[in-house]
């Protein structure tokens, strides 16, 4: 193939460089080092051969070009070291009218790398999401990413900070069941991501981490930003591996994501510097999950089925409790749920899995629950618990007779001995169910119960709204406006707190999907996690985050991330200047309080100078227009509330 000489503009000006002065400038894909000498313009190339160090950030001194890193000199127009035979490669230089021209030779076809390959494969996988932020020790998979968004196959969101995006990907992940990444680079940008990556693995969603290294060459000698990241990484990630020149490179994301998606889990995959820009080997190709995983419909055992049939055809005042591992089973839970007239109540992760307003919805269990669940559970005979667990903050009681099913075998009588122990997919085993049940199956009608532990329940709630005093707004005040006015198919990301405590009080889902950092419980969960499930949904529906001012300082910036990708999120801020639910253990704990009041700007101008819509409420009366005002603004909307943190 025969070379050409391709000009590129530099410069619009020669006089925008003056004598005896060097600057950067980009010539096509090339960084040149532009130099004026002695009247004449010339280019070299940019990167000094010893150290990498960029010459058009050096100066002209004595007649030579010094480099900044290391001081060693260049002659600015034929790129020799003066007493050495060595060099910088020079380029040709053309002026026209004032206008400055280099000279290249034609830009050859890129050929593909390792990065290519592997990224092509995460693809061809599904994964088409990543978060993440683009630095020094990850460029070749950032460049592979590029040419991927380029052809439309993938989505590339730039965060803030990294923790954001892998509370990003676990939150997509929470949405759909599928995997998102995120991405970082060497030491600290990849450890950055590690408190996302535990939120995604104890809520058991599947997660793809995939982070850059330093040049293998310098590992263990201490170099700048070294970190072990597969030992750093080794607790939270089920795969954790390093790419090398000889792995096998489609095989190697392939069995990343596999882990990811079979065991619900977190896969982590780290790319040394100089293993990016490698060429793929000649017989390599991407892989793609055709042939390669097994569907999940998981039939129960036999005799584990009839102990279930057996045990609930028995029961008058059954009870289902649905958990998060539940979330893809529910018209097959309700077809059981309806032809028991059972109640159903859920879990703090799976609040939303049965809409409040349905006549066997009896709301949330445990510590931020409704004394409508806790009243129906301790007045039945029988629990049928569909995908939860059993930890303390879940608050299902040990002391009834229970059947458990669960996808994962590990989950079965965890804690304590379970009645009768079902492992099988949730969706097959409640077709199974229904199907052995008996047609005429006699219990308890349970809804007018339901109807009047409703009525109970909402009359202290509306008792409650009537608090009030001169500090702010309380957060009962605050979802019940939020009662009527988030859409009903809004996805909901919460955060944790007080804040937290009270939405799975106060507010009464309808089809709202809810996201939150469950058994990590991590402060900060909910704007990121927003982000994600906007990154999942687009604007096929609603996305909606809460939190406390606590939460959104963690991840404040990230605000400019939804102006710059036209996120139209809704945030609803619970703003108490305090780390109120700490406030009120160390109260519990019979402690002086110390140390959580916080110092705030006014967040709603903070928004707005991001670009945002930001509006703050102090009174009540104010509460529900600025929130209809928000819901209906075309972009990214937060509404600060300045509320009582003792009205919770």
């Known amino acids: 193939m025969s070379e050409k000489l391709v000009w590129h503009k530099v410069l619009h000006d020669k006089n925008e460089l003056p004598e005896g002065r060097v600057m950067t400038v980009t010539a096509g894909q090339k960084q040149i080092a532009l130099s004026r000498f002695k009247g004449k313009i010339c280019a070299l190339d940019n990167r000094c051969p010893h150290q990498g160090g960029p010459l058009g950030e050096g100066s002209?001194?004595?007649?030579?070009?010094?480099?900044?890193?290391?001081?060693?000199?260049?002659?600015?127009?034929?790129?020799?070291?003066?007493?050495?035979?060595d060099g910088v490669e020079i380029y040709e230089v053309k002026e026209e009218d004032g206008i400055v021209y280099v000279g290249l030779m034609e830009e050859q076809?890129?050929?593909?790398?390792?990065?290519?390959?592997?990224?092509?494969?995460?693809?061809?996988?599904?994964?088409?999401?990543?978060?993440?932020?683009?630095?020094h020790s990850n460029l070749g998979v950032a460049d592979a990413m590029r040419r991927l968004e380029k052809a439309g196959k993938l989505q590339y969101y730039g965060i803030r900070h990294e923790g954001a995006a892998a509370f990003a990907a676990s939150g997509y992940a929470k949405l759909t069941g599928k995997p998102a990444a995120c991405f970082g680079i060497a030491g600290p940008g990849a450890t950055n991501m590690f408190t996302?990556?535990?939120?995604?693995?104890?809520?058991?969603?599947?997660?793809?981490?995939?982070?850059?290294?330093?040049?293998?060459?310098?590992?263990?000698?201490?170099?700048?930003?070294?970190?072990?990241?597969?030992?750093?990484?080794?607790?939270?990630?089920?795969?954790?591996?390093?790419?090398?020149?000889?792995?096998?490179?489609?095989?190697?994301?392939?069995?990343?994501?596999?882990?990811?998606?079979?065991?619900?889990?977190?896969?982590?995959?780290?790319?040394?510097?100089?293993?990016?820009?490698?060429?793929k080997p000649e017989k390599e190709q991407a892989q793609t999950s055709e042939g390669r995983i097994t569907p999940f419909t998981i039939s129960p055992p036999q005799e584990m089925l009839e102990n279930a049939v057996g045990t609930t055809i028995k029961t008058k005042?059954?009870?289902?409790?649905?958990?998060?591992?539940a979330r893809y089973s529910m018209p097959g839970i309700m077809n059981i749920a309806e032809k028991m007239n059972c109640p159903v109540i859920t879990t703090f992760k799976a609040k939303g899995l049965i809409a409040d307003d349905h006549p066997l919805g009896c709301g949330v269990l445990g510590r931020s629950g409704t004394p409508i669940a806790s009243w129906f559970m301790n007045e039945s005979d029988l629990l049928i618990v569909f995908g939860a667990s059993f930890s303390n903050h879940t608050g299902i009681t040990p002391k009834k007779p229970i059947i458990q099913v669960d996808f994962d075998p590990m989950a079965l009588s965890k804690f304590h001995k379970i009645d009768v122990a079902v492992w099988g997919e949730i969706g097959v085993t409640c077709k199974l169910l229904q199907q052995a049940l008996p047609e005429k199956f006699v219990t308890v009608d349970q809804r007018p119960e339901i109807a009047l532990r409703w009525k109970i329940w909402k009359a202290e709630k509306a008792s409650r709204l009537k608090d009030t005093n001169q500090r702010g707004i309380s957060s009962i005040a605050v979802f019940d406006a939020m009662n009527r006015?988030?859409?009903?198919?809004?996805?909901?990301?919460?955060?944790?707190?007080?804040?937290?405590?009270?939405?799975?009080?106060?507010?009464?889902?309808?089809?709202?999907?809810?996201?939150?950092?469950?058994?990590?419980?991590?402060?900060g969960f909910a704007l990121p996690a927003a982000m994600g499930a906007w990154a999942a949904v687009k604007n096929s529906r609603p996305v909606w985050s809460v939190s406390g001012d606590g939460g959104l300082g963690q991840y404040l910036a990230e605000l400019t991330t939804l102006v710059k990708?036209?996120?139209?999120?809704?945030?609803?801020?619970?703003?108490?200047?305090?780390?109120?639910?700490?406030?009120?253990?160390?109260?519990t704990s019979e402690l002086e309080v110390w140390q959580t009041g916080l110092q705030n700007p006014n967040f709603a101008d903070f928004a707005t100078n991001?670009?945002?819509?930001?509006?703050?409420?102090?009174?009540?009366?104010?509460?529900?227009?600025?929130?209809?005002?928000?819901?209906?603004?075309?972009?990214?909307?937060?509404?600060?509330?300045?509320?009582?943190?003792?009205?919770?």
Not at 128 to 133: I, Q, R
Not at 623 to 641: R, S
């Open 60 to 85: 002209i001194e004595n007649g030579t070009l010094r480099c900044p890193w290391h001081g060693w000199d260049y002659h600015p127009c034929s790129g020799k070291v003066p007493g050495y035979d």
């Open 109 to 135: 076809p890129h050929e593909p790398t390792i990065s290519d390959v592997m990224m092509e494969t995460m693809v061809n996988w599904g994964v088409d999401t990543v978060f993440g932020m683009v630095g």
């Open 196 to 279: 996302g990556m535990w939120d995604a693995k104890v809520d058991r969603v599947p997660l793809l981490a995939l982070s850059g290294q330093i040049n293998t060459q310098v590992l263990g000698t201490g170099a700048f930003q070294e970190v072990d990241l597969v030992k750093a990484f080794q607790s939270v990630a089920t795969f954790n591996h390093t790419v090398q020149k000889d792995s096998k490179h489609a095989e190697l994301m392939t069995q990343a994501i596999k882990h990811a998606i079979i065991n619900r889990d977190v896969s982590h995959i780290t790319f040394p510097d100089e293993v990016q820009f490698t060429a």
């Open 317 to 325: 005042r059954p009870v289902i409790v649905v958990g998060h591992g």
């Open 485 to 523: 006015i988030t859409p009903a198919n809004a996805v909901i990301a919460v955060d944790v707190g007080n804040n937290t405590y009270s939405f799975g009080r106060y507010f009464e889902c309808k089809n709202q999907s809810i996201l939150m950092s469950g058994y990590l419980g991590s402060i």
């Open 565 to 587: 990708y036209n996120m139209p999120i809704k945030h609803i801020l619970i703003n108490n200047s305090e780390l109120g639910k700490i406030s009120k253990e160390q109260r």
């Open 610 to 648: 991001c670009g945002a819509l930001g509006i703050r409420v102090e009174k009540r009366e104010d509460l529900e227009a600025a929130m209809q005002k928000i819901k209906d603004h075309d972009g990214p909307a937060l509404l600060d509330i300045v509320c009582d943190v003792s009205l919770i």
